[in-house]
């Protein structure tokens, strides 16, 4: 069984900067704080635990080159390209098919700015500005010619350059000086020169399938581990992800090697119909899924933990999931911008005990070593190679 390499410490050294001793003075005193406390003039090493979702994201253009680099030289040992497809069915890194208007400076450029499925629209009276530009609207030479940027946008802009320049006010724009977005090919050929290991997630089609009349979702699904093939890449460095049961199921049929490591993205948890206190009644249920194969399932942060007593412990999802011999895999530690508030979405079970930054790191220990995900992606991998080096090193 490969899985659990993915709890194995290797040799590159990791450079954390000040966040996580940041968020470190933030805790209350306690057991916890005072493990993390000792661990913070020690090195750090890569460590897979600590998965770079889009590369470093938080302050670098995500699926950027520089993104990328950030997360490696933060000691992410897995790293992730969303993967979509251009005009010419080209596979690139990107979150979503048509996320160019909010991700790229496509806008400001004309000649491409008139190629998007939906041009933009300022904002006017209660209608907020409006894009939509798609990978597939452009060819890969074309998407090779922007400039990714921060992710987000302005709905209240009423021109082009304010609309883009919308990211949120806690994100960065120092690092965005033009950062070069990446094939899924190049993510390849860069993540084996650094030697770690990758995470693709194939993205839901957003034009109309089989794309062009001939090209299926299975074509899509199978494009994907070819390129890896091509490059020479072995099924035990791929962690292959969708939130598409479909295509989990096609990699086991026809990829099987490459399926061992499969990631099942679940959001089945963000249904209006979902019953945290029930998730037996999910379809198919965890038990179903392990006889089919799937070894790894991924919910959101949230689904995995609740409050109990004032404190935040394992939810009846994580519990069921391991009962059922999956192992957990979860999304996204550092994406929700300062805490105080709650933590918004990602924090939304935890709600009535996030109030303030320091919950970043209580909720990751207790997805390590209470609910025992093997990884935890993150916009900030700094903090997860910390963690996991000072508290699961006895795994090593």
Known sequence: ?????????????????PRPAYLTDLLPSGDLKHALSQCLQQPAQRHNF??????????????SKASYLAAIRMGAGILECD????????????????????????????????????????????????????ASDITVAEYKSLCAKMDGVNPAATT????????????????????????????????????????????APEVEMPYQGNYTQQN?????????????????????????????????????????????LDARVEADTYDASKPQLLIPSFTELKAEGLNIIAPPLWALVTVENGNIVPSAYAKAAKAAGLHL?????????PLANGGGWYYQSIAEVTSDDSVTLQLLDVLA?????IGVFSDWPATTTFYANCMLQHNK
């Open 160 to 203: 082009v350059v304010d609309y883009v320049n919308g990211s949120p006010a806690w994100r960065t724009t120092l690092y965005a000086q033009c950062a070069a977005p990446l094939t899924h090919q190049e993510s390849i050929a860069l993540f084996q020169a650094h030697g770690v290991m990758m995470t693709p997630e194939l993205k």
């Open 1 to 17: 069984m490969l899985l659990p390499t993915l709890l194995l410490l290797t040799l590159p050294h990791a450079e954390l900067g």
């Open 83 to 134: 993967v979509t497809f251009t005009a010419d069915k080209q596979l690139v890194c990107r979150h979503a098919q048509c996320d160019l208007h909010q991700t790229t400076d496509i806008l400001l450029r004309p000649e491409l700015a008139a190629k998007c499925t939906t041009p933009f629209s300022p904002a006017s009276g209660e209608q907020p500005a409006t894009a939509n530009c798609c």
């Open 369 to 373: 070593r209470q609910v025992g995900v």
């Open 329 to 337: 895999i979860t999304w996204s530690l550092e994406r929700s911008g």
């Open 50 to 63: 600590s998965i770079g979702h889009r590369g470093a994201p938080l302050q670098f253009p995500e699926h």
């Open 220 to 264: 899509y699904a199978q494009q994907l581990i070819d390129e890896y093939k091509a490059a020479g890449v072995t099924p035990d460095q791929v962690w292959p992800q969708s939130f598409h049961i479909e295509d989990i199921r096609y990699w086991l049929k026809h990829e099987p090697e490459f399926a061992k490591q499969a990631v099942f």
